[in-house]
């Protein structure tokens, strides 16, 4: 068995004629901070998408902590430990952020008692607790019993990153966590989720456009370009690939953080 975490081999994916992912080879290791670069369009979200099961790929094999996961649908691999937010923060805009958070950590708990995600109309205290301990760790206590769809857009992410942390993933996918955010709210965020690596206990895959956001998390960087991955390695190994420089990084890179 491979030490990976989470292996794909060989993904093609294509929308009618048009073919999005090329033979796409990405594998994570447990710890790993893994970032996925590449111009608007490279097919970033689509890897995601084939990754978390939301759609499937029409070639190529998926392997997450031993098991072969291809054919599996979103909401089992969710159970079997991949957890995913989206390029636009996918939450309950009726409901509080207190309100979102129990509906995420109920939802996991009766996941692990191998139960239905159904949802409590009385969370128990357990649950409240639980809830109100991680909006804390995220810095939304100030806005718990707002309206969700009042909350600026550095708070929504926010929320829907806790959401996605309630489910304790083994791995974490984050599809553009800082995208549209002022500087402010981006730096916040980064330093959020340097926070939770420092922790531990989980994996994580992101797309991300800054340079400085890809290069202060990275532990590996994977390339992708019109669908292809031209090049996986360290920060180092990317930040010197002349490929990677010709098409994507430009001549600046070495002034990234
Ligand atoms: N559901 C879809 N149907 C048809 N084409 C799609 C679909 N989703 C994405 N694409 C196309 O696939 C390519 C890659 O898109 P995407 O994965 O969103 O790229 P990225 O996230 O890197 O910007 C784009 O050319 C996009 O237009
Ligand atoms: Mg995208």
């Given at each position: 068995m491979s030490n990976f975490l989470l292996e794909a081999r060989g993904i093609d994916k294509s929308y009618g004629r048009i073919q999005v992912l090329k033979n796409v080879d990405i594998s994570i290791a447990p710890g790993e901070a893994h970032v996925v670069i590449g111009p608007n369009g490279a097919g970033k979200t689509t890897l995601f998408k084939v990754l978390s099961g939301e759609v499937f790929p029409n070639n190529g094999s998926i392997t997450f902590a031993g098991k072969d996961v291809t054919a599996d649908p979103g909401w089992q691999r969710v159970r079997s430990g991949i957890g995913r937010t989206f390029q636009s923060a996918r939450i309950f805009?009726?409901?509080?952020p207190f309100e979102n958070m129990v509906v995420a950590v109920e939802a996991h708990e009766r996941v692990v008692k191998g139960k239905r995600p159904l949802f409590a109309l009385r969370p128990t205290k357990a649950v409240r607790d639980t809830a109100a301990e991680i909006l804390e760790d995220f810095a939304l206590t100030k806005v718990a019993k707002a309206e969700t769809k009042s909350l600026s857009h550095g708070d929504k992410k926010r929320l829907e990153l806790a959401m996605a942390v309630a489910g304790r993933p083994q791995l974490l996918m984050l599809d553009e966590?800082?995208?549209?955010?002022?500087p402010g709210d981006r730096q916040k965020c980064v330093e959020l989720i340097d926070r939770l690596l420092k922790k531990g206990g989980f994996s994580l895959l992101l797309t991300e456009h800054d340079m400085a956001v890809v290069f202060g998390l990275a532990t590996r960087i994977s390339v992708l370009n019109y669908g292809q991955v031209i090049a996986s390695g360290t920060p180092e190994e990317i930040r010197s690939n002349a490929r990677v420089r010709e098409v994507y990084l430009g001549h600046d890179v070495s002034s990234a953080a």
């Open positions: 805009s009726e409901l509080t966590p800082t995208a549209g955010m002022a």
